[in-house]
């Protein structure tokens, strides 16, 4: 894995320099709301293009079990399910709104989703010593103006040290236990409407590199762009215990079986 | 009351596939979509919270017994930029759903499609 890695890298190093030779470059205003375009999960559109994640034997096998268990009411390789982050790449299916606020040092993407906040480093720093994981990991990103025309229009990124559970989205495909993944990005704004994320993620759960696509839609900021705070501790269902899943009756005070022949769950209150 | 009409389930599940795509936060495969069944009660509670708003309905059994579901809806995000707020739907509303159970049984599911006993649309996944 670190040899494709390395690849990568180079091939963002040498897009800084093209980038780079321009002095008086200005950032971009990308401010105002982004919506994803297409559906939750990467397929229909992105596996179109891409193909499905070309999974290792192990996790095809995994992956499959997942799906066995589903089908039997279990909701296995779903980890936001229990309110966990979907952590990258998966947070850039962008299932809620997303805002970019650029700053020279640092962009920002605000996420509906879990009411998060993302940093990408765009200060010219190198990679700490130690970088605590993070669902989000950590990520540095840099800024290429590809038309020329004295505005950045791509921010190229590459995120490491990114914390598990995770999966690609909801159809039982997880990442590597290992959360050795690397993800690049490559943002761009096509037109006055779009965006587009160009997303490739190594991981040990694949035989190799994996791009897929994404695009977002633009709504310029007004008094009538809506945000909507996302807690989803709030009104969660869905309750893990151990390798059994419940569905949490809040009404009857009780863990609902999700699955035939699992026992409903009734606290002792004596 | 537990209704049984099998073209009825048929083509508000039929209608429902064709129009959503679920702002879920997780998987819905824990839910039975092979075998959903419409569902006639009484609004107990709309929860509109995340990560998903819930219809908590009241529902007579074949026995008569009142059984309350729980039923899972999209999120506040989507529902409140289709125009829905806490104090759309209030307690005591009937309310007419298909919805796709749990498959152990227990009383909680999937809505997917809401209507009013006369058969006008509740549909939080659409503009109002």
């Known amino acids: 894995m670190n040899s494709l890695i390395k690849l990568f890298t180079l091939t963002s190093i040498s897009l800084l320099a093209a980038s780079c030779a321009s002095t008086g470059v200005q950032y971009p205003d990308w401010s105002g709301q982004w919506t994803r375009i297409g559906s939750l999960n990467w397929e229909p559109e992105g596996y179109a293009v891409a193909g499905e994640p070309p999974l290792t034997p192990e996790y095809q096998a995994k992956r499959e079990e997942f799906q066995r268990l589903r089908d039997l009411g279990v909701l296995v390789g779903d980890p936001p399910a229990t309110c966990l982050p979907p952590g990258m790449p998966r947070v850039l299916t962008m299932s809620f709104p997303f805002e970019m606020i650029v700053t020279p040092n640092t962009s920002y993407m605000l996420t509906d989703w879990d009411s998060a906040v993302r940093r990408i480093f765009t200060d010219g720093r190198d990679w700490p010593a130690y970088m ?35 999966s690609f989205d909801s159809t039982a495909v997880v990442l590597h236990e290992n959360n050795e993944t690397v993800v690049f990005e490559e943002i761009r704004r096509l037109d006055d409407g779009s ?76 | ?36 069944i419409d569902l006639l009660g009484r609004v107990v509670e709309w929860q509109f919270t995340n990560p998903h708003v819930f219809i908590i309905l009241a529902v007579e059994d074949e026995n008569g017994e009142e059984v309350v579901w729980s039923l899972e809806g999209s999120n506040t995000s989507g529902v409140f930029r289709n125009g829905y707020t806490p104090d759309t739907l209030q307690p005591g509303d009937e309310l007419l759903i298909s919805v796709r159970p749990l498959r152990s049984g227990a009383p909680g599911g999937n809505y997917r499609n809401v209507r009013y006993p006369d058969g006008t649309p509740f549909d939080p996944r659409a503009p109002r």
């Open chain 2, 1 to 36: 009351m537990r209704l049984h009409s099998t073209i009825f389930r048929t083509l508000f599940f039929m209608l429902s596939f064709m129009t959503t795509t679920a702002s879920a936060h997780h998987s819905t495969a824990i839910y039975d979509s092979d075998n959903p």
């Open chain 1, 195 to 270: 965006l587009e994320n160009t997303i490739t993620t190594i991981d040990d759960a694949l035989t190799g590199p994996w791009t897929v696509q994404r695009q977002y839609r633009h709504t310029p900021f007004s008094e009538d762009v809506i945000w909507v705070e996302y807690v989803c501790a709030e009104n969660n269902r869905h309750i893990q215990l151990g390798d059994e899943w419940y569905f949490l009756n809040k009404e009857e005070g009780t863990l609902d079986p999700t699955r035939v022949g699992q026992p409903r769950l009734i606290p002792d209150t004596e």
């Open chain 1, 132 to 166: 605590l994981p993070e669902f989000n990991g950590y990520s540095i990103g840099e800024w290429h103006d590809e038309n020329g025309d004295g505005v950045y229009d791509m921010l190229s990124i590459e995120t490491r040290s990114i914390k598990g559970p995770r």
